[in-house]
């Protein structure tokens, strides 16, 4: 075992997790990445004092093994916690910015759900389970919760993480938690308060929202640095099995025999030319949409804006109608995040709802952020700091019937021993999940 050699496709980080894991139980391991830096959309740049992430703006911290990892990699030390402030969240209503609930005193006072709405939570313990295996984010939610949580709560919800619409995603691949709570439990508001003891005997521990003092790509640039060996700007054009085992092909040189092949790239990525799969295959792989997403990095002074930023951001329900999906309030959630006397604002735009806007070029985009931005939060003047970032593919979405896509991954490592898939596209799309799936992948393959 200890001889077998490995070369993982794509340092994002599932691939380096899994990587590392290997190459601590004494593998012989290879990454090969195109780009010249690791961790795929985790990016942090720095631009003299402003500090802005491309992708993952945080980490949620609630499993133990992921605290433990980032021990392991020598990152507890520059963890920074989020601003207190961040524990509160707004949603826009009627063109005003009302705080998520935090407590049941306020879930009876606030103005962002009526009276009617309030009172159909009440019932939600007394609503049968859906006989439904694989039912959408908005059916379940509008079933147990009533139409109001779906437009105000979980429609701006699934816009900040899926930047998708809960009418397109599937409920059990995309929030299992929640599946899981109805199937076991028969309800949410049981199912939380029964389930919390089970969840601490599960290896959860106290909630934390955290970044790096460097930012979130501190952490694919710790894993890497810990690999034997990592090649950067090395695009692999293909895969293949030959009889002594698995090689990869950059350009016109060929790397192998390899005895394992661990492949995470994104499915918008593959072809046949890269990977032989049977057609019908790569057919259902291709229709796995991946939204268009914009990200606006704006500085701007604190005299500027009329809202105190008092808080993680805010969401936009749909019903709203607006052009922009949300905002963090990037430099309150973290210190350190932009100059003396100037807020950071990341901005989102684009996403399943409105996927022509996400493409605009930045003369033409930036207007109407701007605009927005003014009648939401009193932004007034022109930003002294502008990044914007296009992620023409950006975040997969798991919709209804997703289950034939995981038995296709399946059934490809079935007929292609020593070929293995990791990657944001199965089990889960935040960063500990990709942590926990890339260690149990490396488990996985160390068992052969």
Not at 34 to 58: C, D, F, I
Not at 205 to 233: D, Q, Y
């Amino acid at each position: 075992m200890i001889n077998k050699r490995i070369a993982v496709v794509g340092a994002g980080i599932s691939g380096l997790v899994t990587a590392y894991s290997l190459q601590k139980q004494g593998f012989d391991c290879e990454v090969f990445e195109k780009n010249s830096l690791p961790g795929g959309a985790m990016k942090t740049v720095k631009s003299e004092e402003w500090q802005v992430e491309y992708g993952p703006n945080t980490l949620l911290l609630k499993d133990k093994s992921v605290k433990d990892f980032l021990e392991e990699m020598d990152l507890l030390s520059s963890k920074v916690a989020a601003n207190p402030a961040a524990e509160k969240r707004f949603i826009l209503k009627n063109g005003k910015l009302e705080p998520l609930p935090g407590s049941l005193l306020s879930a009876v006072s606030t103005p962002l759900f009526s009276l009617k709405a309030k009172l159909r939570v009440l019932l939600e313990p007394f609503i049968s389970k859906s006989t439904n295996p694989d039912q959408t984010i908005a059916e379940f939610t509008k079933r147990r919760l009533g139409p109001e949580m779906l437009d105000y709560a979980i429609n701006p919800f699934v816009a900040g993480i899926f930047a998708n619409n809960p009418d397109s995603l599937s409920l059990r691949h995309a929030f299992p938690a929640m599946h899981n709570l109805e199937q076991e439990y028969g309800s949410l508001i049981w199912g939380s308060f029964a389930g919390a003891k089970k969840r601490k005997e599960s290896g959860r521990i106290p909630r934390e929202l955290i970044s790096f003092k460097k930012g979130i790509g501190e952490l694919p640039s710790a894993i890497a640095s810990k690999l034997n060996t990592i090649h950067f700007k090395k695009e692999i054009s293909s895969i293949e099995k030959k009889l002594d085992g698995w090689y990869l092909i950059s350009g016109k040189k060929q790397h192998g025999p390899y005895d394992h092949i661990v492949l995470n790239t994104p499915l918008y990525k593959w072809s046949s030319e890269f990977l032989s799969l049977d057609k019908n295959m790569m057919k259902k792989i291709e229709s796995v949409h991946y939204p268009p997403l914009s990200v606006l990095c704006l500085g701007v002074k604190k005299e500027d804006v009329s809202h105190p930023l008092n808080g993680f951001g805010f969401l936009i329900p749909e019903k709203e109608r607006r052009s922009i999906l949300g905002a963090l309030f990037s430099s309150t959630l973290f210190e350190n995040r932009a100059p003396g006397g100037h807020h950071l604002l990341t901005v989102f735009v684009g996403g399943g709802r409105q996927p022509k806007l996400a493409s605009l070029e930045t003369d033409k985009l930036l207007p109407v952020v701007l605009d927005e931005l003014h009648d939401i939060i009193g932004l007034t003047g022109e930003p002294v700091f502008t990044d914007h970032i296009y992620w023409p593919k950006s975040i997969p979405a798991y919709h209804v019937g997703y289950d034939e896509i995981l038995e296709i991954f399946d059934k490809i490592e079935r007929e292609n021993p020593g070929l293995f898939l990791a990657g944001n596209f199965r089990h889960g799309i935040s960063v500990p999940d990709c942590i926990i799936n890339g260690q149990k992948l490396a488990e996985r393959i160390s068992a052969i």
